[in-house]
């Protein structure tokens, strides 16, 4: 079976970016930065990163677009880091570190193919969340370090916002041809059953609820925390998927990745959403449709992933990182209903 991409996403999924090879990342760095040292490729689902060690000079990363990125989504997300370094020095996120020329992105040829958008930003250090292992302190600190960068985010605005983008939610029901890769016919029931879910008793209430820029993927590769203290958040990365849409739905896509534990199945979501009202407390409505939102962004990850495994078997094993946890977490979450995920997230995620 044969399923293809929603044609109004755009090509930065659709097509895979032109290699890019250490040599050329080393080269624009000492030409447009005036930098030396090492480069380590790192994982991305789009773009080509590099891990820069500098001869004395610090660390960053390497950022080269996809050639289909437009300038305007790279500047966008360049003035959000601006903007939250502005408003809340302390939030860990990188900054933007302009080329000689003065320049916080610029687009030139890597290896004869068409024109590529470059930023380097600084590294942030630290163990990703997804080899740290899981507490409750964690899962309450991370809910507290989402909520500060809603905040830091809520007085920015930049065109890009209103890109049209795969990974948004409300969206979720446009990736339905996708699940034709899911070979599974009972996992393929259970995907469309989340999205029925989302379109009966989610999408009517999102027109309604507070909107702003989020930054729309804290999945557990995007977040760092202290390598000595696992429950301390270091930074957040990969701001690449940032969107204006309601922020209910940033907070969603966070407790996705609180894996369901032993015991309740929402239990570490409602202990990251306890800590996320602690600084931003939630309406009755955001509360009402956060059970479908998760299962919806769920189904989103899954749809995505199996379309992309199959168009790109050199990313199979990054795209599909996290199966194992997606799907237990669907299984489980089928099997309770709506209502009682809501008297759960109301009795269980109350700020202490």
Same mark, same amino acid.
Request: net charge negative.
């Given at each position: 079976?044969?399923?293809?991409?929603?044609?109004?996403?755009?090509?930065?999924?659709a097509e895979d970016a032109?290699?890019?090879?250490?040599?050329?990342a080393l080269a624009i760095l000492r030409q447009h930065y005036g930098l030396t040292g090492t480069a380590r490729p790192l994982p991305g689902e789009r773009d080509h990163n590099f891990h820069i060690q500098t001869d004395g000079k610090g660390e960053f990363v390497l950022k080269i677009s996809h050639p289909a990125e437009k300038a305007g989504f790279t500047d966008f997300q360049n003035k959000a880091l601006d903007h939250i370094l502005a408003v809340d020095p302390t939030l860990p996120v990188p900054s933007v570190r302009k080329s000689l020329q003065g320049e916080a992105q610029f687009a030139v040829s890597v290896g004869g193919a068409a024109a590529r958008i470059i930023r380097l930003v600084t590294y942030l250090p630290g163990q990703l969340l997804s080899r740290s292992p899981a507490s409750a302190a964690q899962d309450r600190n991370l809910g507290i370090f989402l909520a500060r960068l809603g905040r830091a985010l809520r007085g920015f605005f930049h065109p890009a916002a209103g890109s049209d983008l795969l990974w948004d939610i409300r969206k979720v029901a446009k990736t339905r041809p996708m699940m034709a890769h899911i070979t599974d016919a009972g996992r393929r029931a259970m995907v469309e059953r989340a999205i029925d879910a989302f +379109? =009966?008793?989610?999408?009517?209430?999102?027109?309604k609820l507070r909107a702003q820029i989020v930054h729309n993927d804290m999945n557990s590769y995007n977040v760092v925390m202290d390598a000595s203290r696992p429950e301390a958040v270091s930074g957040i990365l990969d701001f690449g998927d940032m969107i204006h849409a309601p922020l209910i739905c940033d907070l969603a896509i966070g407790a996705v990745y609180r894996w369901p534990a032993e015991g309740h199945p929402l239990a570490p979501a409602a202990r990251?959403?306890?800590?996320?009202?602690?600084?931003?407390?939630?309406?009755? +409505? =955001?509360?009402?449709?956060?059970?479908?939102?998760?299962?919806?962004?769920l189904a989103l990850i899954v749809n995505i992933a199996t379309w992309q495994a199959e168009r790109f078997p050199a990313k199979r094993d990054y795209v599909l990182r996290h199966g194992a946890e997606v799907w237990a977490s669907l299984e489980r979450l089928d099997g309770l209903s709506a209502i009682d995920a809501r008297s759960y997230f109301l009795d269980h995620s109350n700020p202490e």
């Open positions: 079976m044969n399923a293809a991409i929603p044609d109004a996403f755009g090509d930065t999924l032109p290699h890019v090879s250490t040599a050329d +379109e =009966e008793h989610a999408a009517p209430v999102i027109p990251f959403v306890a800590g996320y009202q602690s600084v931003q407390p939630l309406e009755v +409505e =955001e509360i009402g449709i956060l059970f479908n939102l998760i299962r919806a962004r």
